[in-house]
Every structure is written in C-alpha cells, then in structure tokens.
C-alpha cells in the first residue's frame, strides 16, 4: 500500500473477516511503500487490535514490486497470495487461487480477461485500450502466453515465492511482467484464473506518466530474458511494412513517371526520358529499398511467414493501381488479395508461448 489512509481500515476488516470464515490457518502481512500519510498511524492501530498480523514499513516509496517482493520474504504460509489494498479483486476470489496452488500449479494469476472473468465496473476506454496494447506487447516482445499479466491478484508457492523474491529486480509496476519471465525461467507451472475486479478511482497508476516507462523496460526485458524468450513472427512486422510502404511509394513514383512518358514511341528518345525522369529514379530507389528490406526480413524469419507477409505488397500496390490509376481488379485478383490478408491476420497471432510458462518443475 501507499497512502491508503482513506480506505486501509475498510479493506483490512473485508479481507480478515472473511479469511477468518474462510481460511482459518492464515497470516496477514501488510507493506507499507513509505506512506506519507496517516497509513503508518492506522497500520500501528491494526497492530495492536489484531493477531495473525505482521506489519512491514519501507522507509521510503520504493515501488509495487519492492513492497511485494518483501511480502514474499515475509511470507511464512505454504502459499503466499498478493493483492491490492483496495481489493480491486475481492477477498471471495482467495479460496479458488489456493485450489489451483494446491491442485499442483506453482502459481496462479488473477485475469481480467478471461471469457468467465467478471467486470462489474470496468476501467474507462482509454485505460483498457492501453491495458490490451501492453498485453500485445508483452505476448509478441516477450512470448508470455497470458491474457492479463498486470491484474494485482497472484498466488505462488513459498518456496516459488521467495526465488522470486530474490531474483526480482523491478520495483515499478511492470514487475508482473518480470515474475511472470522469473517463472518461466525456472521452470513453474503458472496457471490464468477468471475473477472478478471492479476499477477504484483511486489508482496510483497514471496511464501518461507511466505507460512510456514500461515500454522502455519491456525492450530491457527482452534483452534481460533472451535465453527464454521463443520465436515471434510478429516481431518481423515492423520490417515488412516498411518493405510494403517501399513497394507502394515505388510504385506511386515510378508509373507517375512513366505516365509522363505515356506519349513516347518505345526506342531511344524513351529510354533516354526514362533516365532524365527524377520521378522514375525515385520510384526505383524505393523499390530497391523494399527489396533489401525484403531480404532482411527473410533472413531474420521462417518462409511461412515470410512469404504471406510480404505479399501484403502485392495488396497494397494492387489497391492503390485500382484506386489511383483505375486498374481492373479482376476476381482472382480479388481473391488474391482475400487469401491474402486472411493469411497474415492468422500468422499476426501465432507464435510459440515462453519455454517454460506453463511447463512444469
């Protein structure tokens, strides 16, 4: 927690009342990230009214990750279970994480994004378009398999927990994201669970201040855990399009060049024209930078990706012939283009998951 001074009292009595009905053998461990606020004095409080409590203090605001990973050092249980002092994810979801744990998963995450996950009150649009894109992201950057990595809400062995514990390096909030890859690492078995989570108002996540950041971390992920992370066709996406942007701009170019040329009997008065056209040599230049880039793309993936993706070529400049110059797009090349496109959106979300993401120890 940080700063929670407002609904710390209300959270704490939620969760130990119901662990009290629930889950009898239990211990509570509160962190606390270097409140400023009245937290310290509430937490002092609880303290003293309350058993199967143990109160950490940072001396300053470290981060989510710092204060978890000291909670999993903390951690006396055989299963340590995290979340969010606001209980974002509710108490009720406790018993079905420690039934995963004990069915022989090293560890189970909350998931807000599974078909039987409930959203009773969902995040505002902006923040689940940037939550989906970060999740894209992750799966592509990093090969994690999982539809949520960021729900507060995960349970681990202790004996997973604390390598974690000491492995972590991250204190920010992409930290999950660093887990999940520690877990992976060293061979646990992670289990996706559906639950429910509503969105507080209150959130110490601020969508422009920190999306950039994380970002920046998920490239030094990938660098950290290149051992570990699979092959990702989609990670040649960036070269394709810009081989696929060439061939059109190559295009746009050269038959406006030859356009200029239109009138010109075939012979030596054309090709000298063809040579004098600063539209033709342009156009060439980008043709010849979509084919190197072409190159590069099939030395760095498999053909069967390859090949399909940098068809888009042919769609694009197949297009733009119909839609700027009028060119008769006959039915098989029609279809062409369908198959096409088809192909490249079941290519785009394949890939192989992380190595050991859901393997087992």
């Known amino acids: 927690m940080f700063n929670e001074e407002a609904r710390l009292k209300s959270s704490f009595d939620a969760l130990a009342g119901f662990l009290e009905r ?6 509570i461990v509160l962190v606390d990230d270097g409140s400023t606020d009245k937290t310290p ?4 409080e609880l303290a ?3 058993g199967k409590l143990e109160i950490v203090r940072l001396p300053h605001n470290r981060g989510k990750g710092a204060a978890v990973r000291e909670g999993f050092r903390r951690a006396r ?7 969010d002092c606001d209980l974002s994810t509710p108490p009720g979801e406790i018993p079905g994480a420690l039934a995963a744990i004990e069915g022989g998963n090293d560890a189970a995450i909350g998931s807000r994004r599974l078909p039987r996950s409930r959203i009773p009150v969902p995040q505002p649009p902006l923040r689940r ?4 894109a970060f999740n894209m992201a992750v799966r592509v950057m990093l090969g994690l398999p999982y539809r949520d990595t960021q729900c507060g809400f995960k349970a681990f062995k202790n004996r997973a927990a604390r390598v974690l514990a000491r492995d972590g390096r991250i204190n920010g909030f992409a930290f999950d994201v660093e887990l999940l890859l520690l877990a992976a690492k060293h061979g646990y078995n992670v289990t996706e669970l559906p639950v429910t989570w509503r969105d507080r108002a209150h ?3 601020r969508l422009l201040k920190h999306a950039p950041r994380m970002f920046t971390i998920l490239l030094a992920l990938k660098r950290r855990f290149a051992s570990i992370i699979p092959y990702h066709p989609a990670r040649a996406l960036p070269m394709i399009l810009f081989s696929c942007v060439g061939a059109v701009l190559g295009q746009i170019f050269f038959k406006r060049g030859a356009l200029g040329l239109s009138g ?3 012979g030596p008065g054309f090709v000298l024209g063809m040579a004098a056209s600063a539209d033709i040599w342009i156009g060439l230049a980008f043709f010849g930078a979509s084919a190197l880039t072409w190159l590069m793309s099939l030395a760095r993936v498999d053909l069967s990706f390859a090949f399909p993706m940098l068809s888009l070529n042919f769609v694009f400049t197949a297009l733009y012939s119909w839609y700027a110059f ?6 098989a090349r029609i279809a062409g283009i369908a198959l096409i496109i088809a192909g490249v959106i079941t290519i785009s979300t394949s890939g192989t998951p992380a190595g050991g993401a859901r393997g087992t120890r």
């Open 22 to 27: 629930r889950v009898p053998s239990h211990e």
């Open 41 to 44: 004095d509430i937490l002092t």
């Open 48 to 50: 003293r009214k309350t």
């Open 77 to 83: 249980g055989s299963t340590v279970l995290f979340m």
């Open 129 to 132: 378009l940037a939550g989906r």
């Open 203 to 205: 959130t110490t996540v």
């Open 264 to 266: 010109v009997p075939f």
């Open 326 to 331: 009028g060119e008769h797009l006959a039915p």
